[in-house]
């Protein structure tokens, strides 16, 4: 059976696409499901997450590049071999994303939780409806019973732009295990596990829909 790809891309910088991409592929691993990780942002994030992985002894996962023209190729390929095929995009909305979204089963458009990152949402969302993908927004850097959640929760809700109802919150465990090739996951329980569990469960359920 072919593997599942999920794409994750945001015109805005720093949103957290990578944190979301290197999560969701830890949480699927701890699941037992075989995963691969494909980035196709020239910065090369993923990659440099993944070499340091692999510094510290089997990565436990695969990790292939492309360009935006070889997407579709490396997801055909990686799709056969494993369950989970997580394409990791650049911070912008153009053509050159269009072959990552055509190949996804499902796009993750992570929000750091701010009017401005909302603004940037629209593009992509925009995007995956004309490739006829399905879309969701996860916000990110969610500070629970702040005004500014609260205000980007129903401007979605209001624009009815679709969302998980799992949130990340802000919190220094993704930066320190991003930067050490790891997933929160990996450091112990706290809050960042129950709610990167909470999304891979979420995203998984959708995936079956
Ligand atoms: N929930 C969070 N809590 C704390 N820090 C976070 C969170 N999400 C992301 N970060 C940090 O914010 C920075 C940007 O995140 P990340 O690299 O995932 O964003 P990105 O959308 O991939 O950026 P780019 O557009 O440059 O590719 C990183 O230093 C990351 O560790
Ligand atoms: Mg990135």
């Not at 190729?73 to 650049?90: F, G, Q, S």
């Amino acid at each position: 059976m072919a593997g599942k790809v999920i794409t994750v891309a945001q015109q805005k910088g720093g949103s957290g696409k990578t944190t979301i991409a290197v999560n969701l592929a830890v949480a699927f691993l701890r699941e037992g499901l075989s995963v691969a990780v494909l980035d196709t942002d020239p910065q090369g994030s993923l990659g440099r997450w993944f070499m340091t992985r692999r510094e510290g002894g089997d990565p436990g996962l695969d990790f292939s590049t492309a360009s935006a023209w070889g997407v579709g190729y490396e997801c055909d390929k990686l799709r056969k071999l494993h369950d989970m095929v997580i394409v990791d995009t650049p911070p912008k909305v153009d053509s050159d994303l269009r072959p990552a979204l055509r190949e996804s089963d499902l796009i993750v458009v992570p929000v750091a939780t701010s009017q401005v990152d909302l603004w940037a949402t629209e593009s992509v969302l925009d995007l995956a409806e004309r490739t006829r993908r399905p879309a969701v927004v996860v916000l990110n850097r969610y500070k629970a019973g702040t005004r500014v959640a609260d205000d980007v929760g129903a401007a979605l809700e209001e624009a009815g732009m679709p969302r998980l109802t799992a949130v990340l919150g802000n919190r220094i465990a993704y930066a320190e295990t991003l930067g050490q090739g790891r997933g929160v996951q990996e450091r112990g329980r706290g809050a960042w596990s129950d709610e990167v569990e909470a999304l891979a469960r979420e995203v998984r359920a959708r995936l079956e829909a």
